[in-house]
């Protein structure tokens, strides 16, 4: 467990680190794992950077392990984001063994790519496309894997809704394909640019096998104007069998920053003013 | 067999996943989308709010009360007396104790912003502009302000979806843009003030960071702050201020931006008055707004004809607000407001303009 805690390490040095270089207007934002695995229907601005970095702790009676979370996504195209994750493990070996194993467990890139602002009417619309590679060490991902997802996110004052329903490719070594189903709340604390969500997310396998459900609460934190810290807890429900209890905490930090050499700035000219 | 009929299985999955995305896609291809775009990515971002932050967190309370106003008007009627009252108890808590962080226009006012996000975006892209510049003007590691800030216009220009015109519109669509003209300052005159005081003191803090050293900006910014708290807010402005006529020096420098800004307070009033108005439905109200924002648009500045400024009681003309913009024989611009450049007749003012032909 040495390595989790290095990364607790780094985490904690990143948030320390980072600079106030652009405002971060959405400290709202439901991005994926940030902290819950449910998210909204809103991509990255247009020629906006976003680095995210997040650990996952899980305390299990079956053993426990720690996920570290990096990604780097931009607002490529009006609407529209693409974004690259390496997701990484260190956790028990549940075979029996008195042992850690370690390994990346897949690296995934993204677009995602939103249809429609809400309206009075209906809801903000999003579909998204993943891909993922195979891993590597004890707990990488066998082989490659394909997600399709649509997320709609709705508000009623205050309150926003965000729905998620995907279906996910995977070969039989890594459990075959499986459904991904998820419905999340956030709502914002005053005028004090922090948030509280919660979710309720499923992964069920087509073929036999357990789905797998998570209830998770959270908190997104503006500490600067271009920083936002997250907390969260997470549970396996369909764990919480024969006296078993888990609990995973999440913490992350989201840094907004953009490149001035990859914006085109026209040249001025004196526009009409009469 | 089982392995064929699993394979069929999934690409049937497959295909009606795909063929829902696309009749999804097909769905919202003609839908309004957020079409956000990202700051100018510059050295200088947020130098202000870092050297002077509390006069940075002192425009978040001016935001709260345009957003505000807009929500309360649509969630709680025209008539809205005593939530606009109670409203107002919150405006002053904000203007002693603002937010730390500007709040985003969808956290002010959530159904405002499904109603007409469009012109919500506009305002939040042109205090982006506002931000720049007051950040141009704060950092001493830019030497040439001017190069600097006419470029963080023109990034701001090169979104046409959100940038107000840069002609000197002056108070013709506030007034002359539609019969909901003045409902708002009639019927919720001490907001009204705030706003008005607000739009002062925008431009005034431009003027303060126009002094060349800076400890007199300094200096300066204070005698701005403790004149708006003690005097202006107080006593607030009677007429909508012109950038211009507060902050000459500024508006000389940037006379595009001085426009833009005037422009982005006239949409504010506006949207007052079509949010205050009650023969106006909800949808009414929706497709007012867009009207205004669309012949307000940078995009549209050439081929909209602009309204004069009606004869009547209910407006009052302050000696800046006839005064339209001037060209200098050397080619320099001041802009419509400026206290050197020319007094309009009231003749000009009243009469409309063509699309495509010069204010006067």
Redesign the interface.
């Known amino acids: 467990m040495k390595f989790a805690t290095n990364l607790i390490a780094a985490t904690l040095a990143l948030a320390g680190a980072a600079s ?9 934002a439901a991005d994926l794992d940030r902290p819950i695995l449910v998210e909204d229907a ?1 991509p ?5 950077w976003e680095l995210e970095f997040g650990l996952r702790g899980g305390f299990a009676e079956g053993g426990d392990g720690i996920d570290a979370i990096g990604e780097l996504k931009t ?1 490529l195209f ?2 529209g984001q693409v974004g690259l994750e390496v997701q990484g493990s260190v956790r028990d070996d549940e075979t029996g063994l008195d042992r850690t194993i370690r390994g990346v467990e897949t690296v995934r890139a993204h677009v995602l790519y ?7 009417s209906r809801p ?2 999003a ?1 998204r496309a993943d891909l993922g590679t195979p891993g590597a060490g004890g707990v990488g991902q066998e082989n490659w894997r394909v997600g ?1 997802k ?1 997320i709609a996110s709705r ?1 009623f ?2 309150v ?1 809704l965000h729905a998620n329903a995907g ?1 996910v ?1 995977g070969s039989a070594a890594d459990g075959g ?1 499986f459904w991904q189903l998820g419905l999340a709340v956030d709502y ?1 604390v005053g ?3 922090k948030a509280i969500l919660a979710d309720i997310y499923a992964e069920i396998p ?2 036999a096998g357990r789905s797998r459900v998570w209830a998770e609460l959270g908190t997104r934190w ?1 500490i600067s ?2 920083n936002v810290l997250d907390f969260g807890l997470a549970t396996r429900l369909d764990e919480w069998e024969a006296g078993r209890a888990n609990l995973e905490v999440t913490f992350g930090v989201s840094s907004i ?4 050499g990859l ?6 000219r ?5 | 067999m089982i392995i064929k009929y ?1 394979k069929r299985s ?1 690409m049937r ?2 295909a009606v ?1 795909c063929a ?2 696309a009749l ?2 097909a769905g ?1 291809v003609s ?12 050295s200088y ?2 130098a202000f ?2 050297t002077y932050t509390d006069a940075a967190r002192s425009f ?1 309370a001016a935001h ?1 009360t345009h957003f505000g106003a807009y929500e309360i008007l649509l969630t709680q009627g025209e008539d809205a007396t005593d939530a606009m009252a109670t409203f107002l108890g919150r405006v002053h808590d ?1 203007v002693v104790s603002p ?6 226009a ?3 006012a ?2 405002w912003s ?2 007409a ?1 469009e012109t919500g975006s506009a305002m ?1 892209w042109t205090h982006m502009l506002h ?1 720049q510049l007051y950040d141009i003007l704060t950092d001493d590691r830019i030497a040439d302000k001017q190069t600097a800030g ?2 963080a ?3 701001y ?2 979104n046409p979806r959100s940038a107000f015109s ?3 519109y002056g108070h013709r669509w506030m007034e002359g843009g539609g019969k909901w003209a003045g409902v708002f300052r009639r019927k919720y005159p001490e907001i009204n003030g705030v706003l008005w005081a607000y739009h002062w003191h925008h431009a005034a803090v431009y003027e303060a960071l126009m002094e060349p050293d800076a400890e007199q900006r300094r200096a300066s910014l204070d005698h701005v702050i403790e004149v708006f708290t003690d005097s202006v807010l107080k006593n607030p402005p009677k007429v909508m201020p012109l950038t211009a006529e507060i902050a000459p020096r500024f508006s000389s420098l940037f ?2 931006a001085a ?1 833009i800004f005037d422009n982005l307070h006239m949409m504010h009033d506006v949207v007052n008055d079509i949010m205050a108005d009650p023969s106006l439905s ?1 949808s009414a109200k ?1 497709a007012e707004i867009e009207r205004m924002r669309l012949n307000m648009m ?1 995009a549209a ?2 081929s909209v004809s602009v309204p004069g400024i009606p004869a009547g009681e209910h407006h009052t003309m302050s000696p800046g607000s006839m005064r ?2 001037t ?1 200098l024989p050397g080619g320099q ?1 001041l ?1 419509q407001g400026h206290p050197e450049a020319r007094m309009a007749s009231m003749e000009e003012l009243r009469a409309p303009v063509p699309a495509g032909r ?3």
């Not at chain 1, 106030?20 to 709202?28: G, H, K, T, V």
């Not at chain 1, 914006?263 to 001025?268: C, F, R």
């Not at chain 2, 839908?31 to 510059?42: I, M």
């Not at chain 2, 937010?99 to 985003?104: I, M, N, S």
Request: aromatic share 16%; net charge neutral; with cysteine.
């Open positions: 106030p270089l652009m405002a971060q207007e959405d400290f709202r809103f990255a601005k247009l020629h906006e607002g009006l609407n939103n249809l429609n602002r809400e309206t009075w903000a619309l579909i399709f649509g508000s004052g205050l926003r279906y490719v394909d914002p005028l004090f640019s087509v073929d503006q104007n271009g920053f953009g490149f001035s914006v085109n700035v026209p040249s001025y004196e526009p009409k003013l009469n | 699993a999934r999955r497959g996943a829902g995305a999804l896609f919202c839908a309004r989308q957020r079409n956000d775009v990202f700051r100018l990515p510059a971002n947020f709010y870092d978040y709260y904000y937010p730390k962080f500007e709040p985003p969808e956290i002010i959530p159904n499904k109603l996000y939040d931000s006419n470029q216009i023109a990034y220009l090169s840069t002609r000197g006379p595009a426009h909800r929706e940078f500045q050439d339209v913009p060209q611009w802009p010069s204010l006067p």
